[in-house]
């Protein structure tokens, strides 16, 4: 479907020369030939853009222009003035126009500020329906808990909100590091702006600097018309690049020029393109191994971390997870559960290796299959309320009674010890008291890396 591009002039001529250039440029084209009839016809045709004279009988360009935004505040109004003066410019601008162009003008000039107030108003139109579908499903998303270590993050989030200073979230996976970003940008002075998340991870290496950057028509096999990239919506908003050490190597230089230049250039492009955005980025991998193996660039890094904020695991604020877990239920549906005394021990006893998203799954199996309103601690999945038996004979290690294979045993613990270390290697090896060769030994012979452990039932 065409755009609608409604052109008010008094002069005929150019009114005529506008509307033969603008429709062999393949936009409709409705023309009217003062301002009061141009008014009218807006209010019937509601078009995409106006392009109007500044100096007309009766009504004028700029009456024009404050009627248009009184009755659609989006609608972009580009005028035409013969005063290329500074003073007329920035009366405008004041008055809320998108652009001007003086008389006499260049054709392909008028038709790139058309282009370009067009593609600004799909950009627009693309932040709402996000800002929109982002706000439908916030109200179930918020931080849970009153430990002291989330106690130190919201005192973190109330002082780097209302800054525009990169932040990187570190921690496991499931910690809610995208929630931490969440709350930053609704406390800060961008939070009537796009939140767009990205996961780096997530999407085939060969379109991630498609979607990232956007791409033009032509760029490559496909591209059949322009697409605006992530990095370009969350424009006077935020942007959130989950799992960014999983950005492959050479994409991280153009990151790293979006960061210091606020502009970015397209796939194919040859024009850079400002933005105004607010950089929030998370990575649940081990981050002086990722520098020290090369897969992170040190500038990135640092140009992320101007603010670097760690997430704790769940393990170490069990005091949250009654919160959590009376939250959960909340959102579940199940506000009239109670939980003994027993099954929220069992749960507090529990390491969640999945963090705060394996206590939700938890919690939402529980409600499914539970027998009446009170969960006991026969309700609690085996793997939880096994720990409570542990505790209680003093064993690190509670074996079933029909056995268990001792390799899985082996490959259980190596792995255990990883996440409570955020698989530092030296780290996990001095916690399982055994040589650093040792532990990769098993690890190579496990096959146990981050990405197997962290991309299954608890990735993300």
Same mark, same amino acid.
């Given at each position: ?59 004028? /360009? ?21 005063? /290329? ?32 107030? &067009? ?18 499903? /916030? ?29 990187? @979230? ?5 910690? /809610? ?25 997530? @999407? ?86 990722? &520098? ?21 695991? &769940? ?16 959102? &579940? ?128």
């Amino acid at each position: 479907m065409k755009q609608l591009i409604l052109v008010v002039d008094d002069d005929a001529s150019l009114r005529r020369v506008l509307e033969y250039n603008l429709s062999s440029a393949g936009y409709s084209v409705a023309a009217a030939s003062s301002g009061e009839e141009g008014l009218s016809l807006f209010l019937q045709e509601r078009p995409s853009l106006v392009i109007t004279d500044m100096k007309m009988p009766g009504m004028s /360009g700029l009456q024009l222009l404050e009627a248009v935004k009184d009755r659609s505040p989006e609608t972009l109004v580009i005028l035409i003035t013969a005063f /290329g003066s500074v003073d007329m410019a920035v009366e405008a601008m004041k008055a809320g126009a998108y652009d001007y162009i003086t008389k006499p003008f260049n054709r392909d000039e008028m038709l790139l500020t058309v282009a370009k107030a &067009l593609r600004f108003t799909g950009l627009a139109e693309e932040n709402r329906r996000l800002k929109s579908e982002l706000a439908g499903r /916030g109200g179930e998303r918020e931080l849970v808990g009153a430990s002291a270590a989330m106690e130190k993050i919201y005192q973190v989030i109330r002082k780097v909100a209302d800054s525009d200073a990169s932040v990187l @979230i570190t921690g496991e996976s499931g910690t /809610g590091k995208e929630l931490v970003a969440r709350a930053i940008h609704g406390q800060s002075s961008r939070k009537g702006g796009t939140f767009v998340a990205i996961n780096c991870a997530a @999407i085939p290496r060969d379109l991630l600097e498609s979607e990232l950057f956007g791409h033009v028509k032509g760029a490559f096999t496909g591209a059949i018309k322009d697409k605006v990239g992530k990095l370009e919506l969350a424009d006077g908003g935020t942007i959130f690049l989950d799992e960014v050490g999983e950005l492959p190597l050479e994409l991280q230089p153009k990151l790293l020029r979006v960061l210091q230049e606020r502009e970015l250039e397209p796939v194919g492009g040859v024009k850079p393109r400002r933005l105004d955005i607010r950089v929030i980025a998370a990575t649940n991998i081990d981050v002086d191994s990722s &520098l020290k193996g090369g897969t992170l660039r040190e500038d990135l890094y640092y140009r992320l971390a101007v603010i670097p904020l760690h997430l704790p695991p &769940l393990r170490e604020r069990r005091e949250d997870i009654p919160l959590l877990v009376r939250h959960f239920c909340k959102k &579940l549906g199940g506000e009239g559960v109670r939980f003994q005394r027993v099954a929220l021990e069992a749960m507090e006893a529990y390491s969640w290796p999945g963090n705060v998203r394996e206590l939700e799954n938890a919690v939402e199996r529980i409600l499914i299959m539970r027998e009446g309103d009170e969960v006991t601690l026969a309700d609690i999945p085996e793997k939880v309320r096994s720990r409570v038996g542990s505790a209680a004979s003093g064993k690190v290690v509670n074996l079933p009674d029909e056995g268990y294979p001792l390799e899985q045993l082996e490959r259980e613990v190596v792995v255990e010890a990883l996440q409570r270390n955020q698989w530092n290697q030296a780290a996990a090896a001095r916690f399982l008291r055994i040589p650093r060769h040792t532990l990769i030994y098993r690890m190579e012979k496990y096959g146990i890396t981050p990405t197997a452990e962290l991309g299954g039932e608890y990735g993300g």
